[in-house]
């Protein structure tokens, strides 16, 4: 079932992931508009258990947001994710990089704004969450551009990419 275009459910009560797989959705990232794709190994939004593979490209506008009501869970496959904690008013608390060959997962605790951004051309990861999938159980902020808005969106990730990976070489 394909609920937009950017994201569908497994259809069978067991899923299975294969390398082939994976290129197949990275095809579908590369074809939408949005430049990024979502397979939700659940088969709805009522699911208890969200388990997705993402795949985001450089050219996928992210958003920073926070759960109100869940954690959340990342394990990277295959490319490097810039990942940034922000405190209340957006000013970066942590940074680090997801990348297979190293620092491979993470969790991410509720009330946490947080944001991923791809430093490869493509970036592959799991994500893990309790479910149901509920509209309103992610805040957005303030000080982030309206989420509407393209070039806005272009220059803030591009802003926070800069800061972030300025931060995270501070840190080292």
């Not at 659940?42 to 869940?70: A, G």
């Not at 992610?138 to 309206?146: G, H, K, L, R, T």
Request: overall charge negative.
């Amino acid at each position: 079932m394909l609920t937009n275009n950017y994201a569908e459910f497994c259809q069978e009560e067991s899923c299975f992931v294969t390398k082939d797989f994976l290129e197949e959705l990275e095809q579908r990232a590369h074809d939408n508009l949005l430049k990024k794709y979502r397979f939700c190994l659940h088969q709805n939004p009522e699911s208890t258990l969200h388990e997705m593979i993402i795949v985001t490209t450089k050219d996928d506008m992210k958003y920073p947001d926070k759960h109100m009501e869940t954690t959340e869970s990342n394990i990277i496959l295959k490319g490097k994710l810039l990942v940034v904690f922000f405190g209340e008013d957006g000013e970066i608390q942590k940074v680090f990089i997801l990348d297979p060959e190293d620092l491979f997962y993470y969790r991410c605790e509720k009330n946490q704004y947080h944001m991923t951004i791809p430093l490869t051309n493509v970036a592959v990861y799991v994500e893990i969450k309790e479910g149901p999938f509920r509209n309103n159980s992610n805040i957005y902020p303030e000080w982030a551009p309206d989420r509407n808005d393209m070039e806005g969106m272009r220059i803030f990730n591009e802003e926070i990419k800069r800061k972030a990976l300025s931060f995270y070489k501070l840190g080292e």
